[in-house]
């Protein structure tokens, strides 16, 4: 057994939002847990999702530029709407 992670990367990657938002039951997180600190990729990885929606963030209240097709503003705002805690 030793070091190794149970869960692979892309598994890390699909568990990440619910890990980011505590939703992942005990057993889940502590093998995700246990695969950051195996795989330096990964926190890599984790570090810069996070940096990222921080980013996000903070454009949220920029202009949309007039370029940008309204179907694409639409599906960003539903997303959106998706994720934010009601």
Do not use: W
Not at 11 to 30: G, K
Not at 33 to 54: F, G, I, N, W
């Amino acid at each position: 057994m030793g070091n190794s992670p149970h869960l692979t990367c892309q598994q890390l990657i699909d568990f990440i939002m619910s890990y980011l938002d505590n939703e992942l039951p005990d057993d889940q997180r502590a093998e995700f847990d246990r695969h950051m600190a195996a795989c330096p990729s990964c926190v890599d990885y984790l570090e810069t999702y996070e940096k990222t929606v921080q980013l996000t963030k903070t454009a949220a209240d920029d202009p949309v530029p007039a370029e940008v097709p309204e179907s694409l503003v639409q599906a960003i705002l539903a997303a959106r709407k998706k994720t934010l805690p009601s």
